[in-house]
């Protein structure tokens, strides 16, 4: 069975400061994640995806993320926030059969000025 | 700028009333998905079309269905709108439904029921 876990729906940073967003994953088969992002009455925008190769991930705006196969994460991080991070985060996890994405709940982070 | 496009953006039904919620794409990709998103919650896959086939998922309520006359265009039918329907629906595209693809998602169009 796959399944995402975003730990903590609702993260708060300081603008400057470290944003960590963190996703553990269940699958079956080897995962392929990705992070989405979801401003305000907006559709989801890619962040960045891990499918095969390099761990470390580098995305848009900043962001990164890591896999880990021992720790079953992927956690999203980006060393110092901006007002413009404000925003819904998901995690999902792609599974075999027509590319069905599975979601985490999500995170909403808010930057504190 | 090619795109996913949802019409309209914002939808106000009435309980029991029929509704048709469009999306279009320009990127000529084969997949298309629609997804059901309440508030605060996950968007949940209802079905997606790999070029002309559909395939819907086991738990979609049979209320909801949904058509692609072309590969450019699919709808998402409400027969009949129920509060509980109320949410964001999101339409996705990606090339070949692999699962490496990224599926790109169009804005949402938030439906209200009243």
């Known amino acids: 069975a796959q399944s995402v876990t975003q730990l903590g729906s609702h993260v708060s940073v300081s603008e400057g400061a470290l944003v960590l967003l963190r996703c553990n994953y269940s699958?079956?088969?080897?995962?392929?994640l990705f992070w989405y992002v979801q401003y305000p009455n907006q559709g989801l925008q890619l962040l960045l995806k891990?499918?095969?190769?390099?761990?470390l991930v580098k995305g848009i705006n900043g962001f990164e993320a890591e896999f880990k196969k021992s720790e079953t994460s992927f956690h999203l991080t980006k060393p110092s926030a901006h007002m413009s991070d404000a925003a819904e985060y998901f995690c999902?996890?792609?599974?075999?059969?027509?590319?069905?994405?599975?979601f985490g709940t999500g995170t909403s982070l808010t930057v504190i000025p | 700028d090619a795109m996913v496009i949802q019409n309209p953006r914002y939808q106000v039904t009435q309980f029991g009333k029929p509704v048709t919620l469009s999306c279009s794409q320009t990127?000529?990709?084969?997949?298309m998905y629609w997804y059901q998103q309440k508030s605060s919650q996950a968007p949940k896959l209802l079905f997606h079309?790999?070029?002309?086939?559909?395939?819907n998922e086991a738990d979609t309520p049979d209320n909801f269905q949904s058509r692609r006359p072309n590969t450019s265009f699919c709808f998402l039918d409400i027969r009949s709108p129920g509060l509980g329907d109320a949410a964001m629906y999101l339409c996705a595209t990606s090339t070949t439904g692999t699962r490496t693809d990224t599926q790109y998602f169009g804005p949402g169009t938030r439906l209200t029921v009243l």
């Open positions: 699958s079956s088969v080897p995962p392929y």
């Open positions: 079309y790999y070029d002309k086939d559909f395939n």
């Open positions: 990127l000529n990709h084969n997949v």
């Open positions: 891990y499918t095969t190769g390099a761990t």
């Open positions: 999902a996890v792609s599974v075999t059969t027509g590319n069905q994405f599975y």
